[in-house]
C-alpha cells in the first residue's frame, strides 16, 4: 500500500470514525465489546500514521549496498515531482511529531496522574476513617485492608483512586442514606474499576488523544469511552446486586464531586446509565460483531507494518 493510502487511513481512524462511533447508541448494549474496537481503531491509526513513515522513508531514503541512503533530495524531487515531494515530505514530519508527541503523553499523563492520586490519598487516608463497623453490614464487609475510606462528608458520593495502593473513598452520607443493596452496588462498581485497571484504558486514549493534531482527532472519543468505562463497572454492580438497587445508588450519587484522576461512580451520564438499566441488557450478536470488527480494523495496518520488517529479518538470514 502507498504512503497516500495510510495517510487517509490514519486520517480517517483518528477523526471521522471515532466521531461516527461516539453518536451510535449500539455499544451500550456491548461496553467491553465496545471498549476492544475503541482500541483497536485508535491503534490502528497509531500504525497507520507509522506506516505512511516507512513507506514515505522507503522512497526518501532507499539504501544501497553500504546501507546508505541512495536518494538525495535533487534525485526524490526529480522522480516525484515537487507536488508529489512535498506532500511526502510534510506527512513523514507529520509521523515523526505523532511519534513524539505520543510519547510525551504517555509519560505526561503517567506521571501527572499519579502524582494527583498519590496526593489525594494522603489526604482521604488522613481524613478519612477506615472502620466501616457500625455503619451498615454492607459496608462491614470491607475491612481496612481492602482500601476502603470513609469521609465525614454528608453528601452522599464515591468514587476510587486506582494504582498499587488502591482506595475505594464513600462519605458517611452514602452509608447513612443508602440501604444496604445500594450501598453493596456502588461499592462493587468502584472494585469493579479497580479490579479490571479501567484507568490504564482512559489513559491509553487520553495520550493518544494528546498525540494527533486538533484538527484530525475526535473530541468526543475520550467523552465515549469513560462512558462505556462507567457502564462496564454497572454491569458488575447489577451482577452483585441487582438493577434497581445500583439506579438508585447512582441517582443518589449523582452530584457527588470526585477529584481528577480518580473514577467517579457519579456525574454527568448519570440519566443516561440508569435508562440502560432499565432497557434490554447486553447484546451478545452485537458484542461478537463488535469484535470482529476490532480484528478486521487491527489486520491491514498490523500487517503492512510487520512485513517489511519480517521481510527484511528473512534477506538477512538467507543471504
Not at 451510535?24 to 461496553?31: C, K, L
Not at 507509522?50 to 549496498?65: N, V
Not at 434497581?244 to 440519566?271: D, F, H, I, M
Amino acid at each position: 500500500m502507498s504512503a497516500l493510502a495510510f495517510t487517509i487511513m490514519a486520517l480517517v481512524l483518528s477523526g471521522p470514525v471515532p466521531a461516527v462511533l461516539a453518536r451510535a447508541s449500539w455499544p451500550h448494549r456491548a461496553p467491553r465489546a465496545a471498549i476492544v474496537l475503541w482500541q483497536a481503531i485508535a491503534l490502528a491509526a497509531v500504525l497507520s500514521a507509522f506506516s505512511a513513515g516507512i513507506a514515505i522513508a522507503s522512497r526518501l531514503f532507499a539504501p544501497g549496498p553500504d546501507g546508505r541512503p541512495t536518494a538525495t533530495i535533487t534525485s526524490s524531487v526529480a522522480e516525484l515531482g515537487w507536488p508529489l515531494w512535498t506532500a511526502y515530505v510534510i506527512v513523514f514530519a507529520l509521523t515523526l511529531v505523532i511519534g513524539a508527541r505520543l510519547i510525551v503523553a504517555v509519560l505526561q499523563v503517567a506521571i501527572a496522574t499519579r502524582r494527583r492520586r498519590a496526593h489525594h490519598r494522603m489526604v482521604v487516608d488522613l481524613v478519612g476513617k477506615s472502620d466501616a463497623d457500625g455503619y451498615c453490614s454492607a459496608a462491614a464487609k470491607y475491612p481496612p485492608r481492602h482500601g476502603l475510606r470513609i469521609l465525614d462528608v454528608e453528601q452522599p458520593l464515591a468514587y476510587c483512586l486506582p494504582g498499587v495502593r488502591s482506595r475505594v473513598v464513600v462519605s458517611e452520607g452514602t452509608l447513612t442514606t443508602l440501604a444496604d443493596p445500594e450501598i453493596t452496588a456502588i461499592l462493587t462498581h468502584e472494585r469493579a474499576h479497580l479490579r479490571a485497571r479501567h484507568d490504564l484504558v482512559l489513559e491509553m486514549f487520553i495520550a493518544v488523544h494528546a498525540a494527533f493534531p486538533r484538527f484530525v482527532r475526535s473530541a468526543s472519543a475520550l467523552d465515549a469511552v469513560r462512558l462505556l468505562i462507567e457502564m462496564l463497572a454497572d454491569d458488575a454492580a447489577v451482577r452483585a446486586a441487582g438493577p434497581a438497587p445500583l439506579a438508585r445508588a447512582l441517582v443518589a450519587c449523582a452530584e457527588g464531586p470526585a477529584p481528577s484522576g480518580a473514577l467517579s461512580a457519579g456525574g454527568p451520564t448519570t440519566v443516561l446509565r440508569v435508562r440502560r438499566l432499565c432497557g434490554d441488557g447486553n447484546s451478545l450478536a452485537l458484542s461478537a460483531a463488535a469484535y470482529t470488527a476490532a480484528a478486521a480494523v487491527l489486520v491491514v495496518p498490523t500487517y503492512y507494518v510487520v512485513l517489511p520488517w519480517l521481510t527484511e529479518l528473512h534477506r538477512l538470514f538467507t543471504a
